[in-house]
């Protein structure tokens, strides 16, 4: 059998990306940042990566004057990381 991954996910700092977001209702640009050691072009190349894929969705707002964007993860995006850890999972088990 062969293993197919999502093309979207197999960048590391998009999983981590995700990886964060399926622990949080959404975080913000700055935590994502410090959290997954990216810079700010970076992660601003990666979110719009997943946003374009229908994984993360992608908020600014104005909070006490200063910009604030944040990202939470969607339904689609939910169901594309777990399947790709359940394909991991296949991988790591043997089953072919």
């Known amino acids: 059998m062969e293993h197919s991954f999502d093309a979207v996910l197999l960048s ?21 940042k410090s959290l997954l050691g990216l810079t700010q072009g970076n992660l601003g190349v990666h979110l719009r990566k997943l946003e374009e894929a ?6 600014k707002a104005f909070v006490e004057r200063k910009p604030r964007t944040t990202a939470a993860i969607t339904a689609a995006g939910r169901a594309a990381f777990l399947a790709h850890v359940e394909q991991l999972g296949r991988i790591a088990g043997g089953d072919s």
């Open 12 to 32: 590391q700092a998009r999983l981590g990306i995700v990886s964060v977001l399926m622990t949080r209702d959404d975080a913000s640009f700055t935590d994502l």
């Open 54 to 59: 229908g994984y993360v969705e992608v908020r």
